[in-house]
Nanobody, 120 residues
Framework: QVQLVESGGGLVQPGGSLRLSCAAS????????MRWYRQTPGKERELVAV????????NYADSVKGRFTISRDDFKNTVYLQMNSLKPEDTAVYYC?????????????WGQGTQVTVSS
């Protein structure tokens, strides 16, 4: 059974930091591209950060470059999102996603999301 379980969200003041974690199980984690998305009410889900399988490369949305860092630990089957210098506009539900394309099929898994609120 595939599971992605996010944790680490919460309330933080502007300028603060949070570290999100996403623990994966039920699939070969190391071979999947891992992504963090976020969504606020009434808006489409936004891609925040991506890390390739085996950690070879990373990419970020312009809005978070220089502030957020995505990383993965393939021994712990966990992907992280370190968020620094948080702004009120970072407030959203953050979702973890695992993606792989193999033999003509998409394998696409989602977590349940974790709320991040940036407010004074």
């Amino acid at each position: 059974q595939v599971q992605l379980v996010e944790s680490g969200g919460g309330l933080v003041q502007p300028g603060g930091s949070l570290r999100l974690s996403c623990a994966a199980s039920g699939f070969t984690f190391s071979s999947y591209t891992m992504r963090w998305y976020r969504q606020t009410p009434g808006k489409e889900r936004e891609l925040v950060a991506v890390i390739s399988s085996y950690g070879g490369s990373t990419n970020y949305a312009d809005s978070v470059k220089g502030r957020f860092t995505i990383s993965r630990d393939d021994f712990k089957n966990t992907v992280y999102l370190q968020m620094n210098s948080l702004k009120p506009e970072d407030t959203a539900v953050y979702y973890c996603n695992a993606f792989s394309f193999r033999a003509g099929y998409d394998y696409d898994y989602w977590g349940q999301g974790t709320q991040v609120t940036v407010s004074s």
